[in-house]
């Protein structure tokens, strides 16, 4: 099983002034990458296809300095600077054909355990999810009716029993991923370059058969997503000393 993953953003929200791809913030002495490296592979994962284009060679230079040049491929998206959206169409050829993946977020500190849940799942096409949601629209949240996911965006509009906040870490089968793929062709095509790539897994959620999606519940175990100056604060104080690894 491979592990792709968008690490192309600006990260202009964090409102930094050292031009630093997020996936190079360090918490505890280690870079995001350098964990996202050590965790994917001591779990058996195959490789790395990392979807870069901010600062893509100063990644690129980070890779080879931790030795994961064996381990991690890049695939430039030269369009960085619109929409997630983009990153993922550029990554379309990284994608295996005949195998599951787990899709990731660049920017999250998280617990091994995760992604342990992710290959151990007995959903095919899996999302995670944690129960202690943030308030808000931020957080691109996940809705439960019985034991299925109905809804998948910042805005709720099915009927739910209850909704979670998404990691930004998925497990597709390659029947499913190629539909997500369709999605975000249909997307681009229609102009929507500026929108986030869940939308497309959205779409897919939305129109497939009941049953093809499952979630897996990992309220409890620590992990934050990297997006504002607050975050890189709880992600030391809060985070960083919860985690096992």
Not at 86 to 112: F, G, N, R
Not at 208 to 235: K, N, Q, S
Request: with cysteine.
């Amino acid at each position: 099983m491979k592990a792709v993953m968008l690490a192309a953003g600006v990260g202009s929200r964090l409102g930094r002034g050292n031009g630093l791809p997020k996936v190079l913030l360090e918490f505890g002495g280690q870079t995001l990458l350098e964990r996202h490296v050590r965790i994917l592979r001591a779990a058996g994962l195959e490789s790395l296809v990392l979807g870069v284009g901010f600062e893509a060679e100063r990644i690129a230079a980070a890779v080879g300095s931790v030795g994961a040049g064996d381990f991690v491929r890049l695939v430039e998206n030269p369009d960085y600077r619109k929409g997630s959206i983009t990153t993922l169409w550029a990554l379309k050829q990284a994608m295996p054909a005949d195998e599951p993946i787990l899709l990731m977020d660049a920017d999250v500190l998280y617990d091994a355990r995760l992604i342990e849940r992710l290959i151990a799942t007995p959903h095919a096409n899996c999302f995670l999810l944690d129960r202690d949601v943030e308030a808000g629209e931020e957080p691109v949240k996940l809705a439960i009716q019985g034991t299925e996911p109905v809804d998948f965006n910042r805005r709720i509009a099915a009927p739910y029993d209850f909704y979670g906040e998404s990691v930004g870490f998925f497990r597709f089968s390659p029947e499913v991923l190629k539909k997500i793929l369709t999605h975000v062709e249909h997307h681009l095509q229609a102009g929507e370059t500026d929108i986030w790539y869940e939308a497309a897994i959205r779409d897919a959620l939305l129109t497939e058969p009941a049953g093809t999606f499952g979630f897996e519940d990992v309220t409890g175990l620590p992990w934050i997503e990297i997006d504002f100056p607050e975050d890189i604060r709880r992600a030391d104080e809060e985070i960083l000393p919860r985690l096992s690894a």
